[in-house]
T-cell receptor, first 117, second 110 residues
Framework: GAVVSQHPSWVICKSGTSVKIECRSL??????MFWYRQFPKQSLMLMAT?????????EQGVEKDKFLINHASLTLSTLTVTSAHPEDSSFYIC?????????????FGPGTRLLVL | SQKIEQNSEALNIQEGKTATLTCNYT??????LQWYRQDPGRGPVFLLL?????KEKRKERLKVTFDTTLKQSLFHITASQPADSATYLC?????????FGAGTTVTVRA
């Protein structure tokens, strides 16, 4: 099956620093990649959608200058949380879409737990 | 506004019984609906996709129904096992984006 990896799996950083999270599709090329955020006991909330070689589309309320997304290739997308603050502490999950004939299945990475002190 | 509601936050059942989870949606006209499993501290894992013209779909001990008139999907885990304990998420595509319900956490007691 399609495998999506994320690195790192967890990170602790000081307030004001930037953190980069990588998302890779290991055995397929992803037409589109997505970044989600999940707070405890809540569902996944879409932050942004990115297509390879083009600018990401951010959801309403998500600051594009704070959450920088770079979709460098069909197998790699990165999310950089700039000047992180404690309220950015969350579980960040990426997803990659595989285009099939009648549907577009999304496969999810294992997630990255970010704790900002 | 678009909403995806999963009827209960938590469901506790005895091993061997059938767990039934409900997903209701409003202001969507989905071509298909998906169910995912999420374990604590992990990303969601795709389980099943059911299309609007399919009434029922099965995969091993899982069964999903989809009623576009009622705007509802039911997700059944038959002969449940403790290993089935997890949070199950319903997801719909709208505006080319996959949105999720809040999930139902299933705990299967041995």
């Amino acid at each position: 099956g399609a495998v999506v990896s994320q690195h790192p799996s967890w990170v602790i950083c000081k307030s004001g620093t930037s953190v980069k999270i990588e998302c890779r599709s290991l055995d397929f090329q992803a037409t589109t990649m997505f970044w989600y955020r999940q707070f405890p006991k809540q569902s996944l909330m879409l932050m942004a959608t990115s297509n390879e070689g083009s600018k990401a589309t951010y959801e309403q309320g998500v600051e594009k200058d704070k959450f920088l997304i770079n979709h460098a290739s069909l197998t790699l997308s990165t999310l950089t949380v700039t000047s992180a603050h404690p309220e950015d502490s969350s579980f960040y999950i990426c997803s990659a879409r595989v285009r099939r004939t009648y549907d577009e299945t999304q496969y999810f990475g294992p997630g990255t737990r970010l704790l900002v002190l | 506004s678009q909403k995806i509601e999963q009827n209960s936050e938590a469901l506790n059942i005895q091993e061997g019984k059938t767990a039934t989870l409900t997903c209701n949606y409003t202001n969507y006209s989905p071509a298909y609906l998906q169910w995912y499993r999420q374990d604590p501290g992990r990303g969601p894992v795709f389980l099943l996709l059911i299309r609007e013209n399919e009434k029922e779909k099965r995969k091993e001990r899982l069964k999903v129904t989809f009623d576009t008139t009622l705007k509802q999907s039911l997700f059944h885990i038959t002969a449940s096992q403790p290993a089935d304990s997890a949070t199950y998420l319903c997801a719909l595509m709208g505006d080319y984006k996959l949105s999720f319900g809040a999930g139902t956490t299933v705990t299967v007691r041995a």
